[in-house]
């Protein structure tokens, strides 16, 4: 089992920044394909990046594209999310997932990020 924790979470301006951080414990980390999805409230969970063992692919939902970096360090078993530009349709509780790219296998306890207007 690996178990996956969030942190770097919380209240910012739009147009601000933040950095998640999801760090993995428990089986070797490196193989898995890591994402990141989002809730907001009254919604279905969606996808927002992954990014591969290798870190030679990585995906985005459209709507984050150009203002959200997802990078993973496989020696410190640490995936992180770079949050620019944000908005307040960033708003959500923000989800650190691990699988192999089509099926999501360990999931967080998620991170709220809250984007005032």
């Known amino acids: 089992q690996v178990q996956l924790v969030e942190s770097g979470g919380g209240l910012v301006q739009a147009g601000g920044s933040l950095r998640l951080s999801c760090a993995a414990s428990?089986?070797?980390?490196?193989?898995?394909?890591m994402g990141w999805f989002r809730q907001a409230p009254g919604k279905e969970r969606e996808f927002v990046a992954s990014?591969?063992?290798?870190?030679?692919?990585?995906a985005y939902a459209d709507s984050v594209k150009g203002r959200l970096t997802i990078s993973r360090d496989n020696a410190k078993n640490t995936v992180y999310l770079q949050m620019n530009s944000l908005k307040p349709e960033d708003t959500a509780v923000y989800y650190c997932?691990?699988?192999?790219?089509?099926?999501?296998?360990?999931w967080g306890q998620g991170t709220q990020v809250t984007v005032s207007s």
């Open positions: 997932a691990g699988g192999d790219g089509s099926r999501w296998y360990h």
């Open positions: 428990g089986r070797t980390f490196s193989p898995y394909t």
């Open positions: 990014i591969n063992w290798s870190r030679t692919n990585t």
